[in-house]
Structure formats: structure tokens, C-alpha cells
């Protein structure tokens, strides 16, 4: 079973605020994932990444960029949070076809 | 562009009875389905996969999907649910045409009443 972490698990900021919302994996799996998660709706991938210095842009529209500096991290920033980003972030790896998912932060925007 | 739609938002069962929750998707190429489950303040866990071979694919915790391709479904069942069964479940997939891209659906809320 992949180990992949994320930290905080919860956040509430104020609006205006920078964030960076942590993911690291121990599996050494080249791709990883942000996903975007609201209810009743379905994951939407917002960013995406192959491997170290590679970073595409997901189907979602997001105003958060994310860096791969290294395999095993694949942070996510927002410059200015606002209310509108309220929402789950779920961080993924693969190497193979499945998924392995963090536990998500539930982050709030005030 | 693939798509996937689960039919049922919100799923009550009684303990100990089958369940079905299913799943439909639309892809003009070869695909590969997946059944995720995320219990409550947790990330998504893969119950099974389907990837080739044998339409019917079992999984962790009793779960199983039968692929249909006649029909593009992937339902999955299992024949006795138990109370930890209540979670949220989400049927996905993904091509080689994609780019090994996820495409997720909405979810199905499986809530065992006692």
C-alpha cells in the first residue's frame, strides 16, 4: 500500500492569504495529482504531474500552481486565497494504473 | 473526452441485504474501471480494477464489479453489506488515449441501516 501524506488536514485562513498545502509519497511513484473535491460532484483533477520538473494544468481551472522539485513532494500554493477555494484537496501517486489517494485538507476560506 | 455517470446519488440498504451501486461511462477506446470507497474525513481506496481478462472482478471487503462492454457499465455489488460498509463510493476510469488521465463520477452515498 502506497504511503502518501498531506498536511495540514484542516485549514481556515482569511481571505487574501498565501497557502501552500503540503503532499509528500514514499513510493517513489513518478506521477502525482491534485485533485479538487466538493460534494455531490465528481473529483476534478486541477493539476498533474509525471515526474520531477513536469507540471501540466488539469481539466479544472484552478488559480493554484503546484512545483516537483523533487519525485517524492508536490506542494500546492495559492497566492490569495479566497472564499471561492473553499474546498477538499486530495493529493494522489501512481506508477502503475490505480491511484493511491492522501487523506485530503479540508480547507476553508473565511 | 470519457465520462462517467452514477446513477444513484444516495444508496439505504438494511444490514446483511445485496447491494448494487452502479456505474455507466462513455469512451470510444479500450478502457480500464475502477471502484474507489472514502470513508468519512478520509482519501479515496481502491476497491477493485478491471484492466482485462475476466469480466468479473472481485475485490477487498466482498465487493465485486462485473464490465459489460455491450452495455458500458461496471456495477458494483456485494451480496451481504455490514454496517462498515457505509461510505462514499466512486466509480473511474482511464485510457490509454487519455493519457492515463482519471475521469470520476459524481458518487454513490451506501448508507447501512441496522
Known sequence: EADIYQTPRYLVIGTGKKITLECSQTMGHDKMYWYQQDPGMELHLIHYSYGVNSTEKGDLSSESTVSRIRTEHFPLTLESARPSHTSQYLCASSRGLALHFGNGTRLTVT | ?114
Do not use: M
Open chain 2, 1 to 114: 473526452a470519457q465520462s462517467v455517470t452514477q446513477l444513484d446519488s444516495q444508496v439505504p440498504v438494511f444490514e446483511e441485504a445485496p447491494v448494487e451501486l452502479r456505474c455507466n461511462y462513455s469512451s470510444s477506446v479500450s478502457v480500464y474501471l475502477f471502484w474507489y470507497v472514502q470513508y468519512p474525513n478520509q482519501g479515496l481506496q481502491l476497491l477493485l480494477k478491471y484492466l482485462s481478462g475476466s469480466t468479473l472482478v472481485k475485490g477487498i471487503n466482498g465487493f465485486e464489479a462485473e464490465f459489460n462492454k455491450s452495455q458500458t457499465s461496471f456495477h458494483l455489488r456485494k451480496p451481504s453489506v455490514h454496517i462498515s460498509d457505509t461510505a462514499e463510493y466512486f466509480c473511474a476510469v482511464t485510457s490509454a488515449g487519455t493519457g492515463n488521465q482519471f475521469y470520476f463520477g459524481t458518487g454513490t452515498s451506501l448508507t447501512v441501516i441496522p
